[in-house]
């Protein structure tokens, strides 16, 4: 009988969104020995990497670089998933590349930033794209869609330029005042919270706007949503875009670095003004759901296509574990 391979996946506490249902998966599979190292603490890190024949590293950040300058990790097999916060940051130079194996991105463009500061970044590690993927089978089409109801999902910070919605919503509202915008999320900046409360106030729009905060259960937000609208200025592969086209709302997407090759360019807005129009031309019809939801499983972001490649790294690792 073949040797169980130890597999450890680590990620900060409060950051394990995206890691967790890989580890769920892998939980299932009698040939792996699998841990959890939710962790901030540099003892637990080293206790992983020596335990471990398989790591995975979620985020390329802090934690990544202690582990990497583990002594026992040499002799390990390691995969490392960078995200997109990261890449702005000088976090990735941090990191030891020379002792992992691979390193996925989840966009071709954050490859390209990260390019920007380590430029030789793919030869120092194997580097592989691996996008994002949602449980399609678990996520259902909205039944109605009413589009002057806009859904806008994201912890909100100046990362997801807030106050661009802000000016959206203003003029939407002159257009037709029965427009209302839906926003699920945190706050993760007081001074940003301030602002947009205030500014709404003075625009005359926040009853035009309900902030729902972190929704634990976001069956309950999505229905009767018709729009999805996006104003961040930097994503990697976002969820919540393409949780939203799989319901079938329609996406309203700033155009960000990389945006061009996620959607089609009819799904992306450079100015205040192509998101009004786009929403208000939209506003009149009913929405093509089947086509967002085609789009979204034809370019493989589920998570059976993601998985399948995932299983193809680890069992790469596992013959040299």
């Known amino acids: 009988m073949a040797k169980t391979k130890k597999l450890a996946f680590i990620c900060y506490p409060g950051q394990e969104t995206f890691i967790e249902p890989i580890v769920r998966e892998y939980e299932k599979r009698p040939q792996y020995q699998v841990h959890r190292y939710y962790t901030d603490q540099q003892a637990d890190v080293i206790a992983a990497v020596k335990w471990a024949d398989i790591l995975w590293l979620e985020w390329a950040n802090q934690l990544t670089a202690v582990a990497t300058q583990v002594y026992e990790i040499k002799s390990k097999s390691v995969i490392v998933r960078l995200h997109s916060y990261e890449a702005l940051s000088s976090l990735p130079t941090r990191v030891n590349w020379k002792v992992v194996d691979y390193l996925v991105f989840v966009a071709p463009h954050i490859r390209d930033i990260v390019k920007m500061q380590i430029h030789d970044i793919e030869k120092q590690v194997c580097t592989k794209i691996i996008p994002n993927g949602l449980d399609i089978d678990n996520i259902p089409k909205n039944k109605v869609f009413n589009m002057y109801d806009i859904a806008y999902v994201c912890n909100l910070s100046l990362k997801k330029e807030p106050a661009m919605m802000l000016q959206i919503m203003a003029e939407l509202v002159k257009f037709n005042p029965a427009f209302h915008l839906h926003s699920a999320g945190g706050w993760q900046d007081k001074g940003c919270e301030i602002y947009m409360k205030h500014m709404a106030k003075e625009m005359g729009i926040e009853e ?114």
Not at 219 to 237: A, C, N, Q, R
Not at 250 to 274: C, S, W
């Open 208 to 321: 035009n706007i309900t902030y729902y905060g972190f929704v634990e259960n976001m069956e309950t937000f999505w229905p009767g949503k018709g729009i999805l609208l996006s104003t961040s200025f930097h994503e990697g592969h976002p969820c919540n875009i393409m949780e939203g086209m799989a319901r079938g709302l329609r996406p309203v997407i700033h155009n960000f670095i990389g945006a061009k090759g996620l959607y089609q360019e009819k799904y992306l807005f450079n100015t205040v003004v192509d998101a009004i129009n786009m929403i208000t031309e939209w506003s009149a019809t009913t929405p093509d759901e089947k086509d967002y939801r085609k789009y979204v499983i034809d370019r493989g972001w589920t998570k059976k296509s993601m998985m399948a490649s995932i299983s193809k790294l680890i069992r790469l690792c596992g013959k040299k574990a």
